[in-house]
């Protein structure tokens, strides 16, 4: 397979979206978890229960790869910063587009909207 090159500033830019979507999940992630509180105060029930500490361990998970994410997007993105600096920042230089990041990306972003759709579905039913 041959890596895709690109110019640095598709690749700066694609950071910040990241970035930025990044920080949405995480707020995002608390007001779920809020809503995590206020549910298991309200039932009792056995199944309510179990189904909430699933939940409560997706969340865990997510929050855990949505901070390697955004770690390793970080450091990606000082690379960047470096080849910019270095006068690599014009469309006519290209260095090797970050695919792999993308892809763990798309993943996560995919794996999440399930855990918040089973989770939608959740609160309809137990309210």
Same mark, same amino acid.
């Given at each position: 397979?041959?890596?895709? @090159? +690109?110019?640095?500033? /598709?690749?700066?830019?694609?950071?910040? !979206?990241?970035?930025?979507? !990044?920080? $949405?999940?995480?707020?995002?992630?608390?007001?779920?978890?809020?809503?995590?509180?206020?549910?298991? @105060?309200?039932?009792?029930?056995?199944?309510?229960?179990?189904?909430?500490?699933?939940?409560?361990? @997706? $969340? #865990?998970? &997510?929050?855990?790869? !949505? &901070?390697?994410?955004?770690?390793? #997007?970080? #450091?990606?993105? &000082?690379?960047? /910063?470096?080849? !910019?600096?270095?006068?690599?920042?014009?469309?006519?230089?290209?260095? +090797?587009?970050?695919?792999?990041?993308?892809?763990?990306?798309? /993943?996560?972003?995919?794996?999440?909207?399930?855990?918040?759709?089973?989770?939608?579905?959740?609160?309809?039913?137990? @309210?």
């Amino acid at each position: 397979m041959v890596a895709e @090159k +690109t110019d640095v500033q /598709s690749l700066h830019f694609e950071h910040r !979206l990241w970035d930025n979507e !990044l920080k $949405f999940f995480a707020d995002e992630m608390v007001i779920f978890e809020h809503r995590l509180e206020e549910m298991v @105060k309200k039932h009792e029930e056995p199944e309510a229960l179990m189904r909430l500490e699933q939940f409560q361990n @997706k $969340f #865990i998970r &997510q929050k855990a790869v !949505l &901070q390697e994410l955004a770690h390793d #997007i970080k #450091i990606h993105e &000082q690379t960047i /910063s470096g080849l !910019l600096k270095a006068g690599f920042g014009t469309p006519e230089h290209k260095v +090797t587009d970050h695919t792999m990041l993308r892809e763990r990306m798309e /993943s996560f972003r995919e794996i999440y909207a399930e855990v918040k759709e089973d989770f939608y579905r959740y609160l309809l039913v137990w @309210k």
